[in-house]
Structures are given as C-alpha cells and as structure tokens.
C-alpha cells in the first residue's frame, strides 16, 4: 500500500530539515512535525512509523524511487 503523503506534512518536515541541517532545530517545529505524522497517520490508518519512514525519505532522499 503506498503511503500518501499531504503537502502540508512534508512542508513542516522540509523546514524540520533544513533547521538540522543548519544545527538550528527547534522544539516547536520537531513537535509540529510529530504531531502532525501522528495524526496523518490515525486519519489514514496507516502505521505511525511508515508515515514517518516515508516522509523523511522523500523529503532527505528525493531521488530515490519508493
């Protein structure tokens, strides 16, 4: 089953990302980004971790095919 994925959510983790990689994440956004991969995933019925997993490949490995 693909994982699908809302603008939305992989906005709050590309500025999530950005921020580690400028050594500036904040607690807001980290909990933003949780939040939100949670209650995408409860509305969805998809796993909790899949979202996550998905989410961060697309956003830190877009060049990969998933």
């Known amino acids: ?6 603008d939305e959510l992989i906005k709050l983790e ?3 990302w950005a921020e580690i990689q400028a050594g500036a994440l904040t607690v807001d956004t980290a ?3 949780q939040d939100a991969i949670t209650a995408h995933a409860e509305a969805s019925g998809q796993s909790r971790l899949a979202v996550e997993t998905e989410l961060k490949r697309r956003v830190r490995h877009p060049d990969e095919d998933g």
Not at 1 to 6: G, H, K, T, Y
Request: aromatic share 0%.
């Open 1 to 6: 089953m693909a994982i699908e994925l809302s």
């Open 14 to 16: 590309e500025r999530a």
């Open 31 to 33: 909990v933003a980004v």
